[in-house]
């Protein structure tokens, strides 16, 4: 399977401060990604690193075939696109101005507006001036920068924290399609349904190191004491463990019209951070 982005002990040090601390991960062709950590555990530094905004301190990174020499030329700035804390907008244009100027930046045809505004359901406010937008709609306006220019990898560094469930889910639909159409998505979240619901597959990090990466259900298989939680008609709660032994006494309660409910226990992204680093994911 064809890599996009390739990190071998990446290193990046703030002074003595290892902010990312031996990373090695790849990043396939058409996935969504998730990298998920707690606040100040090097996230965006990872961003940074990988859009040629921050300089590595060591290891070897190449992201679409290119080198990290050359993640600043604007040749490799065509082929990706980035929302990040530092995206911004021209506050006194509209919505349109904005994405026209963005579109003659990156070479981008001006009927790819349109297309764009109806992507992230924001044609309505074609005409509208910036400043006079939502948060979320600002945040719906940053991503149709971002995908402009049709970039085969896109990075999203927290694309929908702050936002309303209807905003959320809108740019989950959003970046779902866009996948569907063969992009591949880098994000890093808090948000452990968000992960849960999009990505393909996540990594955990942890004080700058990679703690676990694998696809969301993989983990919650891997970390699952596999026992069956079973509550009765009468409001008991049982935790059977998965073993043969066991299967009479299942057997029984659901021959004897005993169980109200049985489900097997798998924890949730958020349950297995916790387990794994000791910290919760905010
Ligand atoms: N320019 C900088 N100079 C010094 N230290 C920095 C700099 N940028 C980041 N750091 C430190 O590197 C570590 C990782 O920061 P980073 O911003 O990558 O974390 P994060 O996981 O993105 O956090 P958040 O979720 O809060 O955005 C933190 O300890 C932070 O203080």
Do not use: W
Request: hydrophobic residues 35%.
């Amino acid at each position: 399977m064809e890599n996009v982005i390739e990190a071998k002990h990446l290193m990046k040090k703030f002074g003595q401060k290892s902010a990312i601390d031996d990373l090695s991960f790849q990043v396939r062709k058409g996935e969504i990604f998730g990298l998920l950590g707690p606040s100040g555990s090097g996230k965006t530094t990872t961003i940074k690193i990988l859009t040629g905004e921050l300089n590595k301190t060591s290891g070897d990174v190449s992201v679409l075939g290119e080198l990290s020499s050359d993640f600043r030329s604007s040749q490799f700035k065509s082929k990706i696109g980035i929302l990040s804390d530092n995206s911004a907008l021209y506050e006194r244009l509209s919505v349109y101005d904005n994405l026209k100027l963005f579109c003659k930046l990156y070479h981008a045809p001006l009927k790819q507006i349109d297309a764009i505004l109806h992507d992230v359901n924001m044609e309505r406010e074609r005409t509208k001036t910036v400043s006079k937008l939502s948060k979320g709609m600002k945040q719906r306006i940053l991503l149709a920068k971002a995908l402009i220019h049709k970039p085969a990898l896109v990075f999203l560094d927290e694309p929908t924290s702050a936002l309303d469930p209807g905003n959320m889910a809108q740019i989950h639909r959003g970046l779902q399609a866009l996948n569907e159409a063969g992009t591949t998505i880098f994000l890093t979240t808090h948000n452990m349904e968000e992960a849960t619901e999009l990505c393909d597959r996540v990594a955990f990090l942890n004080n700058g190191k990679l703690q676990e990466l694998d696809e969301p259900e993989a983990l919650r298989y891997k970390y699952s004491t596999h026992a069956f939680h079973v509550e009765t008609i009468d409001g008991e709660k049982l935790v059977i463990d998965n073993t043969s032994t066991n299967a009479d006494q299942i057997r029984t309660l659901i021959a004897e019209e005993q169980v109200r409910s049985i489900n097997t226990d798998k924890p949730t992204l958020g349950q297995i951070f916790l387990k794994v680093t000791g910290k919760e994911l905010v």
